[in-house]
Each structure stands twice: as C-alpha cells, then as structure tokens.
C-alpha cells in the first residue's frame, strides 16, 4: 500500500487528506469549464446556498430530479476508487463492498455559503470527500481573531471529547488537497466576500460492511 501521498488527521473518525495528481486536477477542471452547461444541477439534492452545483457522476436510482450519467473518464474514475479502497484498509475495514455512488462541483461566489450537513448515498453508511480545485486569492476583511482566519474555510467536526481531543478541523487548504472521511461526519464551508470563485468537488462511495465484526481488535 502505498503511504506517500497522506496524511492522518483524528477527530473521533479517521479523516486522511491526500494530494490529487495534476493529470487528474486539470482533468477534472478542464470538464467542468468546458462542459458546465451540459451538466445536471445539482442544487435540488443538495443543502448548500450555493447557485452553481452540478453533478459529473451519479450511479443511484433514477428518479424526477437525477438520470444515471457519467462525466469523468475512466482513469479519473479510477483514481477515486483506489483512494476510497485505500481509507478503509488503512483503517482496517474488511469485508467491505465499495459502490462509487455520485460526485458533484460547488463552485461559489462571495456570499454564498454550504450549512453544516452530513452525506449520504445510496446507503447511509460509506465515505464522503472534498476536493479542492479553485480557491480565491482573497477572502475578505476578518474583523476579530485575525491569527485564525476562518472566510471560505473547510470546516470538518468530529465526534471526539476531551481535553487533549481535536474536536473540528479547519484546514489551511490548498488546490489538489483532496479530504476523505465517514458520511456521518458533519463539515461545511463559510462564506467569503471577494470577486473571484470557490471551486470544490465532492464524491460520495457507498460501503456496505459488516460493523460488528470490524469492532474487533486488529
């Protein structure tokens, strides 16, 4: 397995971030700026305030608002489940059917901001991401703790306690950062004010195991 690529972060549930490769950043970038008109909305399924969500991929049941469809190549769609398969052996899931279950692209303007929500697919249990493929240069006046900026930040909480515990996660992030954690982990992301665009994806993987065996000390 290889471990060169991320890091650890604890907060009650395993959070890993790893770095995108650029073939696989510019990939994606390239087919939202290039095919953003032909995409699904996204916003009727989803809890952010944000005017411009669209939908790349989505392999769950048809229904009045979502049709099957699949914008990403298969190298891309690749990459994504070997980064999946790669959270739940490190933290020693077996047993496990992985089912690669949407993705979608945030991109937000000033103002604009994504509620505090946990994600689900198909199932309710399974994994969450975020990636970051655009971040603004500037994000607006911060008019108190200015050595803890927090306009336009990624904002991830666990379920940790305790005094020596990290309780919430609001990472610095970088374009290429790309955030893997459990559907029942809460996150969202403050709003900034500024000219330029926010650009996130996010992709949910379905994970049907069986919890009790997994409890086991391994």
Not at 6 to 15: T, Y
Not at 105 to 113: P, S
Not at 203 to 215: G, H, S
């Amino acid at each position: 397995m290889d471990t060169s690529d991320f890091n650890f972060i604890f907060l009650g549930q395993s959070v890993l971030k790893y770095q995108v490769p650029l073939d696989i950043y510019a990939t994606i970038n390239n087919i939202y700026e290039q095919r953003r008109h032909e995409l699904y909305p996204a916003n009727r399924q989803l809890v952010g305030k944000i005017e411009n969500e669209h939908s790349l991929f989505f392999d769950g049941a048809p229904n009045n608002k979502m049709q099957p469809h699949r914008h990403l190549p298969d190298n891309v769609m690749y990459w994504f489940k070997e980064k999946f398969k790669h959270y739940l052996d490190w933290n020693k899931i077996t047993g496990y059917n992985m089912h690669l279950n949407s993705c979608w692209i945030n991109e937000m303007k000033e103002h604009e901001y994504n509620p505090v929500h946990v994600h689900q697919g198909t199932l309710y249990t399974g994994l969450s991401s975020v990636m970051i493929l655009k971040l603004p240069q500037q994000t607006g006046v911060e008019y108190s703790a200015q050595d803890n900026p927090i306009n336009g930040r990624l904002q991830i909480i666990g379920n940790s306690s305790g005094q020596f515990c990290n309780s919430d996660y609001s990472p610095n992030t970088q374009e290429r950062d790309f955030y893997i954690f459990p559907y029942d982990v809460r996150h969202g992301v403050y709003p900034f004010n500024g000219p330029e665009k926010r650009r996130t994806l996010s992709f949910n993987c379905d994970v049907e195991y069986d919890p009790i065996k997994n409890r086991t000390t391994q």
